[in-house]
């Protein structure tokens, strides 16, 4: 176990306009999940069927933040409690259609892909692909100072390279972008 500083966690654009959150707290639990796609035929002559791999679906990743800007308030010294959504409207953001980021055939926009990193080791390229907040507490006139965010991140294939014998390669692209964020991980490992 590391006895080095707390790292929060954060969740950036790569792409497009500059965004990044830094969470409040980190989670206190997230999932990953990944599925591989099987296809199945009729088989006359045995009692099970046939399965022929037919690809993988890239990972996803889904978590709860908390963010809490009340304890802010309570604290010796400190200013009143903000609005939460000062820290929780980025996130929003980086769901919203970027016009700089046209889709050469159709010309519509799209949103960012993002990096959700925690720590110099983990990192995780995706887009989010659902978000659902839930504010949890608020001031006597009604503003919120505490809310639960579910974020939901379906690893993104654009930076990798795929190689003939289907394992893929992460590229350039999306390893200067972990660099300017972690550093350089393959320095550690060597």
Not at 135 to 152: H, I, K, L, N, W
Request: aromatic share 10%.
């Amino acid at each position: 176990m590391s006895t080095g500083p707390l790292v929060k966690a954060k969740i950036q654009s790569i792409e497009g306009k500059k965004i990044e959150v830094t969470c409040l707290f980190n989670p206190k639990e997230y999932q990953l999940q990944r599925s591989n796609n099987w296809g199945s035929a009729e088989n006359s002559t045995k009692n099970a069927f046939d399965l022929t791999f037919s690809g993988s679906s890239g990972a996803k990743l889904s978590m709860q933040l908390f963010f809490d800007t009340y304890l802010q308030g309570r604290a010796p010294g400190s200013v009143e409690a903000q609005d939460v959504r000062i820290y929780t409207d980025p996130l929003w953001q980086l769901m919203n259609i970027d016009d700089t980021l046209r889709d050469p055939k159709t010309q519509k926009g799209r949103p960012p892909r993002v990096l959700f990193t925690w720590g110099k080791n983990w990192l995780f390229n995706a887009v989010i692909t659902s978000m659902q907040q839930q504010y949890t507490m608020f001031t006597p006139s009604g503003m919120p100072v505490r809310a639960m965010v579910t974020v939901e991140f379906q690893e993104s294939a654009e930076h990798r390279t795929l190689m003939a014998d289907g394992t893929s390669a992460r590229s350039e692209a999306i390893r200067d972008v972990a660099a300017s964020v972690v550093g350089d991980l393959r320095k550690r490992f060597r």
